[in-house]
């Protein structure tokens, strides 16, 4: 199977960021959801509740973060001082806070930016580290693949066990259940429902991509083959 894509997610639940590479760890690929705006009630905030969350795209800088707010605004974040516990989905994940005024006006909501605690043994991943989307389950859909917001895109079926590249193993765990963010235009923030969801519910019992364990971590690129067993 040959990468066709590889997606990063600093923030959880904004823009994705395609990348020709990226190193693997056990925490997932580098890069991917290490922050995450967190409201008064402690839950990190999701594309499910603010879907224009879409619209922020962030920026890597080697001082921080910086955050394009749907091309209005542009803020940089550098300072994680506040110690804080994220709920993720009843997980609780240790991270630091920056207040980002500009950001809870942006989306109407009182929140704070969280940065992953170099400590933590997980990201702020709803699931498991990695998600592998194939390119053959996307046909039919009517819709792209930024929709589904995998980190790994193969060309191939989803009928395998392992993946194996020239450094890494990645081992199925259990398919990708899938919910209204599915519906939720990737640029826009629009709702634009009922598909894709209506026929993955319909035909493939709600699921779309696998999520998997690192078994060994390493190099990745795209255009990479993969061994699938």
Known sequence: MRISALYVYPVKACRALEVESAVLGPLGLEHDRRFVFVGEDGLALTQREHPQLAT??????????????????????SEFKEPVDVDVW??????????????????????????????????FADSRPVLVASTAMLAGLGVGMERFRPNVVVDGAETWSTLDGKAVRLERDKPCGRCEVTTIDQTTGERRGPEPLRTLNERFAGNFGIYCRVARGGALRRGETLQAS
Do not use: F
């Not at 955050?67 to 974040?77: P, R, T």
């Not at 609780?92 to 043994?121: F, K, N, S």
């Open 56 to 77: 922020i795209r962030p920026i890597l800088t080697p001082d921080g973060l910086q955050l394009d707010l749907g091309g209005l605004a542009q803020l940089s974040v």
């Open 90 to 123: 009843g997980k609780r994940i240790a991270g630091r806070a920056a207040r980002t005024q500009t950001v809870a006006t942006y989306l109407g909501t009182p929140l704070r930016l969280v940065a992953l605690d170099p400590q933590a043994t997980r990201s």
